[in-house]
Each structure stands twice: as C-alpha cells, then as structure tokens.
C-alpha cells in the first residue's frame, strides 16, 4: 500500500528532495516497524528503540534542522514546513510514538535553530548532541501547566496556566529550582529539556514574563524518578525530573515571553498533525484490508460491499481527506511566515496550527472509534494494532492540553475577547 498517494493533497508543494526522504522514509516504515509489529508489539528494547537508532542517527533525521555550520542538513529555513508535513505522516504511519518524540525534539530546536531566530552560540552548544554523536537524542518540554489559579495581569497566552519551574539570575549563570515537573516527553532519557519557569526577581529584561531555559539531561541537580505507567505512545519513556540549584550559562535563556513561546507552538502543532494524520494512514490500511476480505455471514458479500459498512468506512476517508488536506494547507502558511510577518499578521499562523491540530486530532479519534466499530472485537484486539493508533491519539490529545482554555485563545482572537 503506497500511502503517500493515498489521499488527495497539493503535491506540487514538495521538492523531489521532499519525495525522495518521502519515500526513504516509507521503506525505513515498512522494514524497521510495520513488518516486525506482529513479533514484537510495542516491545521498546526490541522493536522502537532500534527503529528510533535507524531513523534519528542511522537516517540522519535528527539532524535535519542544524545548520552546515554545526554538522547537520542545513534545513533550517521556513520552508522546512513543506518538507515536515509529509515525512512526518511517514513516520507516524510506522510509530505515532516515535513521531510525536521527533516533533516535540524539533519544536524545541526551533526556538533557536531556525534561520528567522538563529541563536549561532547557542546551536554551537547543542547541535553536537544530535549531529556527532552516534546516539539517539531526544528534546523535551516541560510546558506551563493548566490549574486553577489563573493569573488575571498575565499575558494571555499564559492565563489559567501555572509555572512550576522558577530561575534567577547569578552572575553568568541561570539557577532553576522545581520538584515534580512532568515533561511532555522522554523525562527517562531526553538528552536537553526546554523548561518554562517563572522568574523569582527582575533581573530577567523582560520582567516577570515566563522565560525559556535550556538544561542539558546530565546537569548537576536535575534528577529523574521512576518511568511513569502510560497507556499510550509506548517509545516515550517519561517521567517526573526534579531541579534543585540546577546551574547553565545565561546563554541557555532561549526566550522570554508570549510571541515566541507561540511561535515554537506553531511547529509542534504542525508536526502533531502530521504525526497524527499518519497514525489514520496505518488504520485506514488496516481497515482497507479488513473489508477486502471479510465476507458478511449469510450476504455472501465482501464487507466493503454493504451498503452501511461502505458508509462508515466513507466517513474515515473523508475524515482523513480533510485532514490531510488542512495539514498541508498549514504547512504552506507556515512556510511563507515571512509574508504573515510583513503584514503585521503573524497570529494567524499560530491560530490556524492551533485550530488544525484540534480538528484533526478530533476528527482522528472519531475515525478510530467509527473504524474499531466496524471491526467488531477485532478493532479492540492487540493483534490488528488499531487498538494502539486510538490509546496513542488520546494520549497526545491530553499532552496537546484542555480543549475548553484553547477554545478561549481562539474566542480570544476570533471575537476580541479582553478578559477571558
């Protein structure tokens, strides 16, 4: 099944370099995960964590957004968009898990190694870790988390939301402190972690806004507890990581405040679309084979044949159509950023990844729930994988946040809204 052909979508926007990993990355699916599913399952040691070595080190993709200059690809301009979305529904064909790692790894090298905000010092600093090293390395995030105590005089993006990290100043050094921080990912083994804090004094030139820090995973003072039990994205080893007096240089301050943070948003949620439209290629092929060759008892008929089977499995197709369509449709605003900018309009794009990213996981859970249905005790059987599509789709909803603060970012932009 070529499932990069498998729905409409404007391929006029890729580069043959596009088509070409396109398909590197179709054979690295077939060979390294799908055709060892049935052996091994979600076994980490056996089946993801070599096919993570093929793909990060192996294929080069973690290098993908460094500069020539530090070792990497060199694709590193706005137009990387056009070339994400696609590699990135590959990849999560094979693994939605394995996708998700590499979209949150790359969110965060965003923030610093992408041409419109590079940071040479600081890409000198981190790029080894993905570009010389023959390891996996693993970003990860540890965002604001949603509470109750809303803080009315934040910047918006910030309200309703609390930050468990705090950092000062001493000299050249940054010192962050907080107990119990959940990362979005990899908390067991994420090589660097962008960490969110609030800061304890003014000394930080932005005031009070929210700054974000880079640490290293071994610096001193950070210390990671117990893997937590997950349900879902099985190549996420995460858990809780504890900072007491944890030190790095000033130059790990990546950012401070809203539009940046919004900015680095944008790709994470492109790339959790992409990961997420190509965890509904893998069901959609296995629902494909399933009304290839199940006969209804008593019709005699296939069971794509029957009227209201046929009309279901219609409403997955259509369901994947649109996402896939709003997925590149996001890719191509998000590479042409400079002409959202010149326009004063650069809130459009974190809107429209923000709105893509909830309709498509949305519209993905009811394609799974309709498709498993349909499948009878099958769709909920571990041995037809459709059952882990679904548990990894609600584990990134819950890590993508609430539905109802999002709501208010869009009511917040969309009506005007002043004190949501």
């Given at each position: 099944?070529d ?14 370099s ?58 590193n ?14 990849v ?36 080894p ?11 990860s995030?540890v965002?604001?988390?949603?509470a ?17 990290a705090r ?12 107990k119990?921080l ?15 804090c ?22 001193p ?5 117990e ?10 080893i ?15 301050l ?10 680095m ?5 492109l ?5 997420t ?17 199940r006969v ?6 296939l069971?794509k044949?029957?009227?209201?089977t046929?009309s279901?499995?219609?409403e997955v ?8 369509l ?20 650069e ?8 709105s ?12 799974a729930g ?8 099958a769709g ?16 990134i909803?819950l890590?993508l946040?609430?539905w ?17």
């Amino acid at each position: 099944m070529d499932s990069f052909n498998l729905r409409p979508y404007p391929q006029e926007m890729l580069q043959e370099s596009d088509i070409l990993l396109v398909r590197t990355l179709q054979q690295w699916a077939e060979t390294e995960v799908i055709s060892r599913r049935s052996d091994h399952r979600e076994d980490y040691e056996k089946l993801l964590k070599p096919a993570m070595r093929k793909l990060f080190v192996d294929l080069e993709l973690q290098n993908m957004i460094w500069p020539e200059s530090c070792g990497g690809i060199g694709l590193n301009k706005q137009d990387v968009a056009r070339t994400l979305a696609p590699a990135l529904e590959q990849v999560g064909r094979a693994d939605s898990g394995i996708g998700y790692l590499f979209a949150v790894t790359f969110a965060l090298c965003s923030s610093f190694a992408l041409e419109y905000n590079l940071n040479e010092e600081l890409c000198r600093d981190i790029a080894p870790f993905f570009c010389r090293e023959d390891r996996i390395a693993l970003g990860s995030l540890v965002l604001p988390e949603y509470a109750r105590n809303e803080q009315p005089d934040a910047a918006p993006l910030f309200r309703g939301r609390r930050l468990a990290a705090r950092a000062r100043r001493e000299g050249d050094s940054l010192v962050l402190n907080g107990k119990k921080l959940r990362p979005l990912n990899s908390g067991s083994d994420a090589r660097l972690f962008g960490v969110f804090c609030s800061p304890e004094d003014d000394s930080f030139e932005g005031g009070k806004e929210p700054v974000l820090i880079l640490v290293p995973g071994n610096a001193p003072g950070l210390t990671r507890g117990e893997p937590i039990l997950k349900t879902g994205l099985a190549a996420s080893i995460n858990a809780e990581i504890n900072m007491s007096e944890v030190r790095v240089p000033s130059a790990n301050l990546v950012f401070q405040g809203e539009k940046p943070l919004r900015q680095m948003l944008s790709w994470f949620y492109l790339a959790v679309a992409a990961v997420t439209v190509g965890s509904l290629f893998a069901g959609y092929e296995i629902l494909r084979e399933w009304g290839d060759t199940r006969v209804i008892k008593g019709k005699g008929n296939l069971f794509k044949e029957n009227p209201l089977t046929a009309s279901l499995m219609a409403e997955v197709a259509h369901e994947i159509l649109l996402g896939r369509l709003l997925l590149h449709q996001l890719a191509r605003m998000v590479a042409n950023a400079e002409y959202y900018r010149q326009r004063g309009e650069e809130e459009q794009i974190y809107i429209s990844a923000l709105s893509t990213v909830l309709h498509i996981t949305r519209a993905a859970e009811k394609a799974a729930g309709q498709a498993m249905e349909l499948m009878g005790s099958a769709g909920y059987a571990t041995e037809w994988n459709l059952e882990r599509c679904w548990r990894d789709l609600k584990t990134i909803q819950l890590h993508l946040g609430s539905w109802e603060l999002s709501k208010m970012e869009l009511a917040r932009y969309f009506f005007r809204a002043q004190s949501l």
